[in-house]
């Protein structure tokens, strides 16, 4: 079992930063492949970014590449996702997810464990 509690969001204007982090409980973490979903009001939950257990792989949704950047800790059993050039668009509440074996890391269904999700607003 793998508990997760995301932190780091809150406002920010337009061209700012945040990292998020996602602390994961229990001490098979560095098995888990680790992604980021995000869901905007009205909206669909989407994928935004996912890392493989060893961090060697990584990938992201079209429209963050060159922004946004995944990362993980296995020592500290964290995942971060740095936001850069945040842009209106990208408000949402964010997601960490995790899951032993993924064929699929753009699919929300795959991922069995998931956060509560932390509230990233960037303001125009």
């Known amino acids: 079992q793998v508990q997760l509690v995301e932190s780091g969001g809150g406002l920010v204007q337009a061209g700012g930063s945040l990292r998020l982090s996602c602390a994961a409980s229990g001490r098979t973490f560095s098995s888990k492949q680790m992604g980021w979903f995000r869901q905007a009001p009205g909206k669909e939950r989407e994928f935004v970014a996912a890392?493989?257990?060893?961090?060697?792989?990584?990938y992201y949704t079209d429209s963050v590449k060159g922004r946004f950047t995944i990362s993980r800790h296995n020592g500290k059993n964290t995942v971060y996702l740095q936001m850069n050039s945040l842009k209106p668009e990208d408000t949402a509440v964010y997601y960490c997810a995790a899951n032993e074996f993924i064929r699929t890391v753009t699919a929300s269904s795959e991922y069995d464990y998931w956060g509560q999700g932390t509230q990233v607003t960037v303001s125009s």
């Open positions: 890392i493989t257990w060893s961090g060697g792989n990584t």
